[in-house]
Structures are given as C-alpha cells and as structure tokens.
Antibody, heavy 120, light 106 residues
Framework: QITLKESGPTLVKPTQTLTLTCTFS??????????VGWIRQPPGKALEWLAL???????RYSPSLKSRLTITKDTSKNQVVLTMTNMDPVDTATYYC????????????WGQGTMVTVSS | SYELTQPLSVSVALGQTARITCGGN??????VHWYQQKPGQAPVLVIY???NRPSGIPERFSGSNSGNTATLTISRAQAGDEADYYC?????????FGGGTKLTVL
C-alpha cells in the first residue's frame, strides 16, 4: 500500500524560504520510472503542478516557478524535499506530494496535503 | 505553454449522465488523466490514459479523447459524485492541470 505524507511549517513570513518534506512508504524511489511530484492548490482555486523528481534523480520544474524551486530526494529515508524561496502571500496554498507510477504520467496516489499560509 | 480549458460548473440530475469536457490544442494526441476532489480531501485519480479506470473506481466513470476535446462521463450520477474534477496532461516535460469543473448533482 502506497502512502505519502507532507510535513513542514504551517506559517511562513514573506521573503522566507519554505521547506516541505514528503515521507512515503510502499514503494521505492529507486525503481525505474517512478517519480514523486509536488502540486499545490490555493484556497478555492485549481491544482498547480510545481516539480517532480524521478528515480534517477532527473528533475522537472514548472517553468513559471523554476527559479524559486528545488526538489531533492533521500532514497534511504524515503523522503522528497521541496524548497521554495522568496515566499509571497500568493503562495498561500495546500501543498500535496504525489506518486507517479512507472508507466503513466499521472499521479495515482496523493498525500493528504499540508496547508501553508504566507503572512507577516 | 499548453493550456487545458474546463467549464466552471456542470449540473446533472440524480441518476442521469454527466459529461465534463477538457479542451486543448490537439489534445487527442496526448494522454489525458482525470481526478476527483471532494471538499477538504486530496484529489483521487479516476481515469488515466484517456479511458482507463484505476482499481476501485466504479464502471460508471469513463473517458474519451479525440481532436481538441477530452470528456469524462459519469453515468447514473449519485450524490456522492458531487465534487471538483480536474483533467491533466503531460506536455513538454511539464504536468498541466485544467482549471477544474464543479459537478453538482441535483
């Protein structure tokens, strides 16, 4: 059974850096084709893909946010970390991590999400 | 960048068929995935690669994709199907989501 859980601060100040951790179980990020992605959702708004890291450490970023994002993995700890710099109130959102399977480019299992508020 | 267009809302009478569209330039050449999101919950994949259902998803959910429009069809709509639905594709190494459609079951 695949599970993912996000953790990190619930409140950050403008200009600060946000660090979120996705801790997963039920799969290995060493398996060819597997990836873990981050997606966010501002209150009342649509889903927005942020970043994805593959089993081979290949990384993909949203073009509009690429300069602010870094995604890394620790395979031994079953964790994926997302950092986002220069946080702004418009970045207030629920942040999800999700599993991408071997074959499909869909996110088949999602974490519960973590709400992050950006405010001074 | 690639864009996906969904209607803001769709209504369906209980027991009838709901169709939610997702428009994109030549979307028929891409794999389209659909997610259901109920209030306060994480999204759930309900259709992958245009028309395939993950295990546990009722047969009432089906999908199609051709030309510039992909469609999620929900047959015999139930009150529990009321949710937001998002389409998604992979394009130019990016994962793209539609703006979402709120399905109301009357």
């Amino acid at each position: 059974q695949i599970t993912l859980k996000e953790s990190g601060p619930t409140l950050v100040k403008p200009t600060q850096t946000l660090t979120l951790t996705c801790t997963f179980s039920g799969f290995s990020l060493s398996t060819s084709g597997v990836g873990v992605g981050w997606i966010r959702q501002p209150p009342g708004k649509a889903l927005e893909w942020l970043a994805l890291i593959y089993w081979d450490d290949d990384k993909r970023y949203s073009p509009s946010l690429k300069s602010r994002l870094t995604i890394t993995k620790d395979t031994s700890k079953n964790q994926v970390v997302l950092t986002m710099t220069n946080m702004d109130p418009v970045d207030t959102a629920t942040y999800y991590c999700a599993h991408k399977g071997v074959v499909e480019d869909a996110f088949d299992i999602w974490g519960q999400g973590t709400m992050v508020t950006v405010s001074s | 960048s690639y864009e996906l267009t969904q209607p803001l809302s769709v209504s369906v009478a209980l027991g009838q068929t709901a169709r939610i569209t997702c428009g994109g330039n030549n979307i028929g050449s891409k794999n389209v995935h659909w997610y259901q999101q109920k209030p306060g919950q994480a999204p759930v994949l309900v259709i992958y690669r245009d028309s395939n259902r993950p295990s546990g998803i009722p047969e009432r959910f089906s999908g199609s994709n051709s030309g510039n429009t992909a469609t999620l069809t929900i047959s015999r709509a139930q009150a529990g199907d009321e949710a937001d639905y998002y389409c998604q594709v992979w394009d130019s190494s990016s994962w793209v989501f539609g703006g979402g459609t709120k399905l109301t079951v009357l």
